[in-house]
Nanobody, 124 residues
Framework: QVQLVESGGGLVQAGGSLRLSCTAS????????MGWFRQAPGKEREFVAA????????YYADSVKGRFTISRDNAKNTVYLQMNSLKPEDTAVYYC?????????????????WGQGTQVTVSS
């Protein structure tokens, strides 16, 4: 059974930075597409970023493009989300997800594995 554990969330002022990590166990991490999603109170879960199995291809939501960077270290079974120039509207629970198909999906339903989430709060 694949398990994903996120870390790195917290409280930060607007304009600040955070780096989220998601470490996988129990599966073949290096073969999965990995994605980050977020969900704010009262809103649906939304796509943030995705990276292919080898790290050569990435995709971002327009709302975070140029501010967030997704990366991975397959030797450490870990995917990262570097978040810069944070805004109050980035406040949400952030989830990492894994997909066995190797495609870069933005639809959360296409992902097979999910972490428990980590809270990111950006104060104005």
């Amino acid at each position: 059974q694949v398990q994903l554990v996120e870390s790195g969330g917290g409280l930060v002022q607007a304009g600040g930075s955070l780096r989220l990590s998601c470490t996988a166990s129990g599966g073949t991490f290096s073969s999965y597409t990995m994605g980050w999603f977020r969900q704010a109170p009262g809103k649906e879960r939304e796509f943030v970023a995705a990276i292919n199995w080898g790290g050569s291809s990435t995709y971002y939501a327009d709302s975070v493009k140029g501010r967030f960077t997704i990366s991975r270290d397959n030797a450490k079974n870990t995917v990262y989300l570097q978040m810069n120039s944070l805004k109050p509207e980035d406040t949400a629970v952030y989830y990492c997800a894994g997909d066995r198909s190797r495609a870069l999906y933005v639809n959360a339903r296409m992902y097979d594995y999910w972490g428990q989430g980590t809270q990111v709060t950006v104060s104005s």
